[in-house]
C-alpha cells in the first residue's frame, strides 16, 4: 500500500503536467482550420518558367493534434509537380508564440512566427536561408473566411517597407 501510494505522488503530478497545455485557443483554432487539402488558382502568373495552372497545399495533423505538418506543390497539365515546400507549424512553449518552419529545394529554410492581426487574420513573418548564407524577411498576410484563404506575400524594401508581390485565393476541397 505504501510503495502504491508513493507511486502515485510520482506518477499523478506528471500525468497532469503533460496533460496542462499553454497553447492558446486561438492558434489551436488556426490550425484546426487549415486542415485538409486546398487549392489556388495560378492563370495570373503562368509563364515558361512557372508552368503551373495551380498550386495545391496540403495540411495534416502532427502527433498530438498540437501541430500542423504541410506541403506545397503545382498542378501543370493534370500532373502533381514534386514539393516546393514542406512547412511545419507549432505553438513554440519557450517563445509563447505561434512559429511557422518551412523548408524548400536546395537547403533554403524558413522560420518564423505567426500571430493574429486586427482584420481577423494571421500575419507570418519569416526569415528564409540559403546554404550560402543568403538571408530575407518575407511577410504574409492570411484571412480565412470558412471554405477561402486568402494570401498575400511581401518582401522588404530596402527602407524597410513591406512591398506587395503576389495574392492567391486558396479554396478548400
Excluded at 506518477?11 to 489551436?28: R, V, Y
Excluded at 505553438?91 to 505561434?98: F, L, M, S
Amino acid at each position: 500500500m505504501k510503495q502504491l501510494l508513493i507511486a502515485l505522488l510520482f506518477i499523478l503530478p506528471t500525468a497532469l503536467c503533460a496533460q496542462e497545455t499553454t497553447i492558446p485557443s486561438w492558434f489551436m483554432d488556426d490550425l484546426k482550420a487549415n486542415i485538409g487539402m486546398w487549392i489556388a488558382d495560378n492563370a495570373t502568373y503562368v509563364t515558361e518558367e512557372e508552368p503551373y495552372d495551380s498550386y495545391v497545399m496540403e495540411w495534416t495533423w502532427g502527433i498530438g493534434q498540437t501541430s500542423i505538418i504541410g506541403r506545397l506543390y503545382g498542378i501543370s497539365n493534370g500532373q502533381e509537380t514534386g514539393d516546393f515546400w514542406q512547412f511545419r507549424q507549432y505553438w513554440d512553449n519557450i517563445k509563447q508564440e505561434g512559429t511557422l518552419v518551412q523548408f524548400g529545394n536546395g537547403g533554403v529554410n524558413g522560420m518564423g512566427k505567426i500571430q493574429p492581426v486586427k482584420n481577423g487574420g494571421m500575419e507570418a513573418i519569416q526569415t528564409f536561408s540559403m546554404p550560402d548564407g543568403t538571408t530575407w524577411v518575407t511577410k504574409h498576410d492570411l484571412l480565412l473566411d470558412g471554405t477561402s484563404l486568402l494570401t498575400t506575400s511581401y518582401d522588404k524594401d530596402a527602407e524597410g517597407n513591406w512591398m506587395a508581390k503576389r495574392t492567391y485565393t486558396w479554396e478548400k476541397q
